[in-house]
């Protein structure tokens, strides 16, 4: 295990959260956002850092993403509806 740290930023959280909040209004298909690839780009750095061993903390809380699952229960946590919403995961690495 290694003990490099990296914080996930405030200000970083803050442009994630807005990849995922901005959205179209697609007809029948509801709401899509036109960024949610951006989001999902970032969000497997993210997943490749806790991969690799590095503790990332969220600044400003107690949240430590330091394994698979974690990172996991974070991210499906805040960004719910990729998982459904969106054809490619953060899990891949398509």
Known sequence: MSNREHTLTIEMLKELDALYD??????????????????????RE???LVEAGV?????????????WESFYAWAHGRYHALEDGYD???????
């Open 22 to 43: 901005e959205t179209v209004i697609m007809g029948v298909l509801g709401r899509r956002s036109t960024r949610w690839g951006t989001l999902v780009q970032e969000l």
């Open 46 to 48: 993210i997943r490749r």
């Open 88 to 94: 490619s995961w953060i899990g891949d690495d398509r």
């Open 55 to 67: 503790i990332v903390k969220i600044e400003g809380t107690p949240t430590v993403l330091n394994t």
